[in-house]
């Protein structure tokens, strides 16, 4: 379930955070970095404080500039307990989940990273 908490904060070296996320990252307890380009977004967050799946949503909603609420159900595209069982810290090793999510072809990598790059038509087929 999507839960909203206060507002959160971006800050890093280059950090390209300008706010249009539109309140997608509110989702998250804590955001460490946000990197906007023009082939992908990447989202740093503190895997200790913040589900993963919670992450691909908030990270799915800025890119998309939507609600996270309003976003397809996360578990259509992967099982999200699994996914956070998978993240749970201390994890030990480095993990990589590749998978899409609304038009999206989403990669996540420990120690809490999302990246989100739009899939093409070719791509989604």
């Known amino acids: 379930m ?12 280059g950090d390209t955070h ?3 996320e539109g309140g997608a990252l509110d989702v998250l307890t804590s955001t460490i970095a946000v990197d906007r380009r023009e082939d992908a977004y990447e ?6 404080t913040d589900a993963p799946s919670q992450a691909v949503v908030a990270a799915v909603g ?5 609600d996270p609420i309003e976003l397809e159900p996360l578990h259509a595209a992967v099982d999200g307990d ?6 749970q810290p201390p994890t030990g090793t480095d ?9 999206h072809e ?5 120690p809490g990273t999302v990246t989100v790059t739009e899939t093409t038509a070719e791509a989604d087929g």
């Open 2 to 13: 999507i839960q909203r908490n206060g507002p959160t904060t971006a800050s890093a070296p």
């Open 18 to 20: 300008h706010g249009s």
């Open 43 to 48: 989202l740093e967050y503190d895997p200790a």
């Open 62 to 66: 800025a890119v998309t500039e939507t």
């Open 82 to 87: 699994a996914l956070d069982a998978l993240f």
């Open 95 to 103: 993990r990589r989940v590749d998978f899409r999510y609304n038009g």
């Open 106 to 110: 989403i990669v996540l990598e420990t």
